[in-house]
């Protein structure tokens, strides 16, 4: 079936030092979400990227779309101790219906003062 | 902000019970789903539910799971005979069309634990 990759799994990183996940499917999709989770936490929605080649920023946050539609990224810019969490990028089928998508395993994120 | 509630927050069940986890979507939402996350994995898709049927629906969801929308705000998720392997937090999530931002609003959850 279908299978959304996503890597790391895990990054440590001194506040302030830039993240980045990066997400890899094996289809093209028609679109890509992505979401946080802080521990303990439920998904929460960040963005979503429809377009080929499609850039996003949001404050810190820079998310990007591949030309093929097939791999995204989100990378963090100077991390702070609030972006402590699991990054889940989340692509949806051609074809499917919006609101069912197939999660990548998340990249969790550690930050340390 | 409107939010989708959940309830149990956690329930623990013998093996072979019957569970039924309950959730109040968004009040103007029309589209509603069911994901499951076993501890320390990915977020999975269960069901999707709109104009009180199911739409779509993964191999997870076998003949042991129900959905059910019983009033005008309720939608519940039914597990028959509960297996050790359906210990997992079971989240529901809305959406209020199709189209739009896509934003899917999770609620926190319900974590099942069967013994």
């Known amino acids: 079936g279908q299978q959304v990759m996503q890597i790391p799994q895990y990054q440590h990183v001194q506040e302030g030092e830039d993240f980045t996940t990066y997400c890899n499917s094996s289809?093209?999709?028609?679109?890509i979400q992505w979401y946080k989770q802080r521990p303990g936490g439920h998904p929460v929605f960040l963005i979503q990227l429809v377009k080929s080649g499609e850039v996003k920023k949001q404050k810190r946050l820079t998310f990007q779309f591949g030309e093929a539609k097939k791999n995204s990224s989100l990378h963090i810019t100077a991390t702070q101790t609030t972006d402590v969490g699991t990054y889940f990028c989340a692509g949806m089928n051609y074809g499917g219906s919006q609101g069912n998508l197939i999660f990548g395993k998340g990249t969790k994120l550690s930050v340390k003062p | 902000e409107p939010e989708v509630t959940q309830t149990p927050s956690h329930q623990v069940t013998q093996m072979g019970q019957e569970v039924i986890l309950r959730c109040v979507p968004i009040?103007?939402?029309?589209?509603f789903y069911w994901y499951r996350q076993i501890l320390g994995q990915k977020v999975e898709f269960l069901v999707s539910f709109y104009n009180n049927e199911i739409s779509e629906k993964s191999e997870i969801f076998d003949d042991q799971f129900s959905v059910e929308r019983p009033d005008g705000s309720n939608f519940t998720l039914k597990i028959r005979s509960t297996k050790l392997e359906d210990s997992a937090m079971y989240f529901c999530a809305s959406i209020d069309r199709q189209g739009g931002t896509g934003e899917l609003f999770f609620g926190e959850g319900s974590r099942l634990t069967v013994l």
């Open positions: 289809t093209t999709l028609s679109n």
């Open positions: 009040s103007n939402h029309l589209y």
